[in-house]
Structure formats: C-alpha cells, structure tokens
C-alpha cells in the first residue's frame, strides 16, 4: 500500500509502502526488546549477593549497543531491517521459550 491508499488516515508515510513502515517497527520494537532482556539480566545480577560488576558492565554495553542500533537504523535500509528482525527476532523468541521453560517471571 501507498500513501494514496490510507487518504482515511491522514497518515503520511513518508513514501514507504505500508509493508515496509511495519517491517521498520518491527525492528525497532525487536530491539527495544533487547534492550529490555539486558535490562532484566542487570536487574538480576544486581538482586544477588554479590553482584559481579563485570557481568553488569557486558550487560549495560549490550545495552547500549541496541540502543544505538535502533537509533541509528535507517528506515530505508531494507537489507539491515531485514537483518535486526532474523537475528533478534530469533535471539529472542529462544530467550522466551528459555525463559517460559524455566518458570521466570516477568522476563
């Protein structure tokens, strides 16, 4: 679909194709979904005894790299969307089936 098949919206989409604005936030949405995981895993790490700082530091740097890899992600790079959806999509769909398996809540 094209802009001129949503005159009911209102919704400029920049010249995209309706397909290729989701597939965008999607992979946004797959990385803020890292994001969230090494949040959690920093959570946890932090929650024990002793807190190893080291773990925390891979965490908090995995972190930040998603973050800037969301930041950085260009809409009209449809090989790099493609690539964030297959690699993180399937990082994390193993990550919730581990953590389903496991009884985990909340991550």
Avoid: F, N
């Avoid at 999607?26 to 773990?55: F, H, N």
């Amino acid at each position: 679909m094209t802009d001129e098949d949503w005159p009911r919206t209102g919704r400029d989409l920049g010249g995209w194709t309706q397909d290729e604005a989701v597939a965008y936030e999607v992979a946004c949405e797959l990385l803020t979904g890292m994001v969230a995981w090494c949040s959690s895993e920093i959570a946890k790490e932090r929650a024990r005894p002793t807190p190893d700082v080291a773990v925390i530091q891979r965490w908090e740097s995995d972190s930040a790299r998603y973050a800037r890899e969301q930041r950085e992600l260009d809409p009209a790079d449809d090989a790099e969307v493609v690539r964030v959806t297959r690699v993180y999509g399937e990082q994390l769909r193993e990550h919730y089936e581990q953590v389903r398996a496991s009884g985990e809540a909340g991550g």
